[in-house]
């Protein structure tokens, strides 16, 4: 069995701003999926280290994109 290209991310369909870390929780309220979906899906792009620690900005977009979810950097 040959495996294709992954699925496209879906396209955009609205914004967030973030701070330089989040939490996986947080991320779950965002998208509005079953916080174990988002465990699942971190897993998944091997971006999770622990249930209480934060995710960086950058790992976090990368997340939220897969659910047509575009993030910008909160302002200082």
Same mark, same amino acid.
Request: charged letters at 35%.
């Given at each position: 069995m040959k495996l294709g290209p992954p +699925?496209?991310?879906p396209p955009?369909?609205?914004?967030? %701003? !973030?701070?330089e870390t989040v939490t996986a929780r947080y991320l779950a309220e965002i998208t509005?999926?079953?916080? +174990?979906?988002?465990v699942e899906e971190l897993k998944r792009? %091997? !971006?999770?280290?622990?249930?209480?620690?934060?995710?960086?900005?950058e790992a976090a977009a990368q997340?939220?994109?897969k659910y047509g979810i575009g993030a910008?950097?909160?302002?200082?």
């Open positions: +699925p496209a991310d955009i369909s609205r914004r967030v %701003r !973030l701070p509005g999926q079953e916080f +174990p979906k988002i792009l %091997r !971006l999770f280290l622990g249930y209480d620690r934060s995710l960086g900005f997340l939220l994109r910008d950097r909160e302002e200082a």
